[in-house]
């Protein structure tokens, strides 16, 4: 079946960059998520992209996607302290209704 | 509209009784999903409606649970016999069926306490 892993925990200090990786066994997964949920809260769906792209970025957030490898990764530029949060991968097949979800990456941003 | 809307947000319930949680999707949301959260990992997916039928069920989920979406607008979750392992977070989403990125739109959850 569908397996999305993620490293647990990215500790970073506030104006670095954070990368937080991912990988999937699904190939094929048509779509890619980053989600982020704050304490307490539902999930916010940050930003996708679909497989037949490699690169997206939308703001401080830059996806870049590895196919081959089955490797998703998120860029965070200018980390924030609003930043720290547990962010959580997801794909999702073509003719899938439902997402599969990682366990998620603790972001800690450090002043 | 104010997003998706779970109620309650706090369930404590005593073995074996039965509990029934809401959602209340993004109005126009044709699909909708129930998600469990325990702590420390991701969501695990239970079941998903588009309008008013039931297209998948997880094989995970017991017969103990049932969720229905009569009218094709909200949706409720139903735990019979509720055992302590049922304790967790149970998140709602919706999403557009052909929407951009089909990606979700979570509703805050209902945090259930088995004693």
């Known amino acids: 079946g569908e397996d999305v892993e993620q490293s647990l925990f990215l500790s970073v200090r506030e104006g670095d960059s954070s990368v937080i990786n991912c990988t999937y066994t699904d190939s094929s997964s048509t779509y890619l998520y980053w989600y982020k949920q704050e304490p307490g809260a539902g999930l916010q769906l940050l930003t996708y992209?679909?497989?037949?792209?490699d690169m997206k970025q939308d703001q401080r957030l830059t996806v870049l996607l590895n196919k081959k490898d089955k490797h998703l990764s998120l860029r965070i530029a200018d980390t924030q302290t609003g930043d720290s949060a547990i962010y959580f991968c997801?794909?999702?097949?073509?003719?899938?209704?439902?997402?599969?979800f990682g366990d998620g990456t603790t972001l800690t941003v450090k002043p | 509209d104010t997003g998706v809307s779970q109620n309650p947000r706090h369930k404590i319930t005593k073995r074996g009784q039965n509990v029934t949680f809401r959602c209340d999707p993004i109005?126009?949301?044709?699909?909708l999903y129930w998600y469990r959260q325990t702590l420390g990992q991701g969501p695990e997916f239970l079941t998903y409606?588009?309008?008013?039928?039931?297209?998948?069920k997880s094989r995970l989920l017991s017969d103990r649970f049932s969720a229905e979406r009569p009218k094709g607008s909200f949706s409720t979750l139903e735990i019979q016999r509720t055992e302590q392992g049922d304790s967790a977070m149970y998140l709602c989403a919706s999403s557009l069926v052909d929407g951009p990125g089909h990606g979700y739109t979570f509703g805050s959850g209902t945090r259930l306490t088995v004693v």
């Open positions: 997801a794909e999702r097949g073509t003719n899938a209704g439902k997402s599969t």
């Open positions: 409606f588009q309008n008013e039928a039931q297209l998948e």
């Open positions: 992209i679909f497989s037949n792209m």
């Open positions: 109005s126009e949301h044709n699909r």
